[in-house]
């Protein structure tokens, strides 16, 4: 048992260690390094198989390679006051150097000849220093690949502002929307106003204006009549100077 944990090398040896939040999948690797001169067959065994998804979960691992095992954790409600109890276990034996089908060498391996390595679950939720550095990655991200493509990185806070402005700008627009409808409201309530008023005052301007007109006609028909008039009574004192 010693000897193939000895040749085996488990990374991490102990614990699985799971960080949440853990309302998505969360996925942890487990290293299996076979540093022997023989190939290992593996199998990957849990207490709660329901619960994780693991790929791959057995195969062959050649003489000095290593073999990454994907532990997915499926979302659930976490509780901390709550210990997990789940654990995983790494099951080895060497392959026999004819060995073609690996369901045969299971069946056949003995008890002694099969290695087992047990791991404990750990989970832990992310510290606000965790929550601090995952921001800063992303910023930092898109900054390392615009300076790989040769492009200026865009910033955040400009973004910001301009966002701001343009929200400013469109506030502006509505409003100014909304004066210009007003302002055209006034204007045909105006207009109307003035129509109603014109109609309302033509009457007593043509009945003025007609008697206006009555009068210029009275007074130009009466001033012929004045000149007739004065026009007889020179003639009639003239008529008279002759007479005498």
Known sequence: MSKLEQIIVIEPP????????????????????????????????????????????????????????????????YDPNEKSKHKFMVQTIFAPSTATDMDAVWKDAKPDDLMDSKLRCVFELPSENDKMNDVDASKAAPVLNSKADGTSAPKPISVSMDDSEMKKLMDECKRLQYDVGKLSDENRQLKD??????????????????????????????????????????????????VL
Not at 47 to 59: E, F, H, Q
């Open 193 to 242: 106003e003035g129509l109603r008023m014109r109609k309302s005052h033509r009457p007593d301007n043509i009945v003025s204006s007609s008697g206006a007109m009555m009068s210029k006609q009275h007074s130009s028909s009466s001033l012929p009549s004045l000149l007739v008039v004065i026009a007889a009574i020179f003639i009639g004192f003239f008529l008279g100077k002759l």
């Open 14 to 77: 102990y614990d699985l260690k799971f960080k949440g939040p853990f309302t998505n999948v969360v996925t942890t690797n487990l290293k299996l390094k076979n540093p022997s001169d023989r190939k290992v067959c593996f199998k990957v065994k849990t207490t709660a198989p329901r619960r994780y998804c693991v790929r791959p979960n057995s195969g062959m691992i050649e003489s000095g390679a290593t073999v990454t095992v994907s532990v997915m954790l499926q979302p659930f409600d």
